[in-house]
């Protein structure tokens, strides 16, 4: 956990990340995305389908991936790899997008669905490595900063520039009609992620304590049982990550909901969007403060209760209309756009502390030479949160939006329950290890 600090995986990390957010934001994967499915299928059973595909592709993109890499002292290669799919699989989605007046929707349908699944293929392969490249460049006390500043930069540039733009781009003044406004948001995403990967491409990574020899499928596949079955930090937090995520899996459906159900225009995806990046630029502030200087556990703790409060607001959101005409400071809007609004809060800072709290626990429990498949087993594991989106579209279809959001309270509870029993690694380190200075390598 005490590695020797980097300055400049650091730096290269956070403008990484800084373009990488503004990228994802542009094709926003919980409200964007699903919206635009919506639109083209007519169906939340769709949108559920193509979620829960994305989750499993992940999970099984990082687990053979984490095979290879645990044998490689250099992970570098691999994450360019992964970030030249990402950069194709959108690039794709525009193309498509843009020329859908003279596709089959069904085409379209399938070409996107293909296009998603390989970009997010790709972003397992570079998310894992280069989680791998900063934990033997960036001390446990500094990783909360890291990923705050990450964040905090995108968040900036998504709030003044992204949000205005996505919003005059769907919008009924926009220059383009649908589906070409949102292939414009693709290939704008492609810009920005690409600039992420390169800067982060520029890194000096320091080479790992690999493995001595690539393990078989067969030992593979049993080492991650292993994994789980002999540490129990590592199983109790991926537990927790698989109730919350699954309590997550609502969240591209709030929009949908909101413009299903209150019937209220697609521009309203801007405001909650807005709402949201609000949102995670505070819980950015909070959760890296408590990462560095408190330990995970309590980012953890940030992450259910974010979670806890996002469900309880769509739940009083969908338990009546809500059409109620308010005036917000200067800003006039209605009741059920603020109540709804405090689920986009709720999400924001869970999408701000799921980064900085479950990924650096994950860093700081897991062994160097085990490192890649310790994480790609922790999202394997958690592949039940790819089925979730697909019962929460089938039980939106055939019951309403209603149950879906009070299932997705319970867990986070639960979830809630078993952090009772969730040790921080840190426990065990001297104070004094933990206050030293950092000596810089690198330039």
Request: net charge positive.
């Amino acid at each position: 956990m005490l590695v020797e600090f980097n300055p400049r995986t650091y730096r290269l990390g956070i403008a990484n990340g800084i373009f990488g957010f503004t990228g994802s934001r542009l094709a926003d994967p919980t409200a964007l995305i699903p919206l635009l499915i919506h639109r083209l299928s007519g169906a939340a059973w769709v949108v559920g389908v193509v979620l829960g595909l994305k989750g499993i592709v992940e999970a099984l993109a990082q687990v053979a991936v984490a095979r290879g890499l645990d044998a490689r002292d250099r992970k570098k290669p691999a994450f360019i790899a992964g970030s030249t799919i990402q950069t194709l699989s959108y690039i794709t989605c525009a193309a498509v997008l843009w020329f859908a007046d003279s596709i089959p929707n069904a085409i379209v349908l399938i070409v996107l669905l293909v296009a998603l699944l390989a970009y997010r293929a790709g972003l397992a392969i570079s998310g894992l490595t280069l989680q791998d490249i900063v934990t033997k460049s960036v001390p446990t006390t500094r990783r909360g900063s890291l990923h705050m500043w990450r964040k905090l930069g995108a968040l900036v540039l998504v709030f003044f520039v992204v949000t205005p733009f996505v919003q005059w781009m769907i919008g009924d003044d926009g220059p383009f009609d649908f589906p070409r406004n949102f292939g414009v948001l693709f290939a704008a995403s492609v810009v920005a992620t690409a600039i992420a990967w390169l800067l982060f491409a520029q890194v000096k990574e320091p080479p790992s304590r690999a493995a001595k020899q690539q393990l078989t499928w067969n030992e593979h596949l049993r080492r991650g049982v292993t994994f789980f079955r002999s540490d129990s930090s590592y199983r109790r937090v991926v537990r927790i990550r698989l109730l919350v995520g699954v309590a997550a899996g609502v969240r591209p459906f709030l929009i949908v909901f909101a413009t299903d159900v209150w019937n209220l225009a697609d521009e309203v995806a801007a405001i909650f969007i807005a709402v949201q990046i609000c949102a995670e630029f505070a819980g950015a502030l909070i959760a890296g403060f408590i990462s560095d200087r408190q330990g995970n556990r309590r980012a953890i703790l940030l992450m259910i209760w974010a979670m806890t409060l996002c469900c309880a607001a769509a739940v009083i959101a969908a338990a009546g209309t809500w059409d109620v005409p308010l005036m917000l400071l200067a800003w006039e809007t209605n009741l059920q756009v603020v109540i709804l609004g405090g689920a986009f809060v709720g999400s924001g800072l869970f999408l701000a502390s799921m980064q900085i709290g479950y990924a650096n626990y994950l860093m700081d429990i897991a062994p160097e030479h085990q490192r890649p498949s310790y994480i790609g087993f922790s999202t394997a594991f958690t592949l039940p949160l790819a089925i979730a989106p697909m019962l929460y579209g089938w039980g939106a279809d055939l019951f309403g939006y209603q149950p879906a959001f009070v299932t997705a309270l319970v867990l986070s509870l639960v979830a809630l329950y078993l952090f009772l029993q969730l040790p921080e690694p840190r426990d065990d380190l001297e104070i004094t290890a933990l206050e030293q200075p950092r000596h810089p390598t690198g330039n």
